[in-house]
């Protein structure tokens, strides 16, 4: 069984930047199509961004394309979410998530994902 460990949540002014990390404890992470989602209060799970086994191809939501980037060191069996001019409404907990098997495709539907994290919260303020 996989486990993955969200962290770098926190609290950041409209207009900052940070950024997230999910650890995998196995090695067998590299083979992972990997994701972010994310879900706020009263509002169901919704797709940030993804990225292939191997990093080469990766998507994100409307609403995070040029803001958010996905990225992934396979040496440390780490994905990160960089979030930049981050908005408001950007507040939610953030899930990483890992499809068990080589993908030479992403991802954008949570049902396909095998793995999850605990969360990290993010909250932006005005």
């Known amino acids: 069984q996989e486990q993955l460990v969200e962290s770098g949540g926190g609290l950041v002014q409209a207009g900052g930047s940070l950024r997230l990390s999910c650890a995998a404890s196995?090695?067998?992470?590299?083979?992972?199509?990997m994701a972010w989602f994310r879900q706020a209060p009263g509002k169901e799970r919704e797709f940030v961004a993804a990225?292939?086994?191997?990093?080469?191809?990766?998507n994100y939501a409307d609403s995070m394309k040029g803001r958010f980037t996905i990225s992934r060191d396979n040496a440390k069996n780490t994905v990160y979410l960089q979030m930049n001019t981050v908005k408001p409404e950007d507040t939610a907990v953030y899930y990483c998530?890992?499809?068990?098997?080589?993908?030479?495709?992403?991802?954008?539907?949570?049902?396909?994902?095998?793995?999850w994290g605990q969360g990290t919260q993010v909250t932006v303020s005005s």
């Open positions: 196995k090695r067998t992470f590299s083979n992972y199509a």
């Open positions: 998530a890992a499809r068990g098997a080589y993908s030479i495709v992403y991802y954008s539907i949570a049902e396909q994902y095998d793995y």
């Open positions: 990225m292939t086994s191997d990093g080469g191809i990766t």
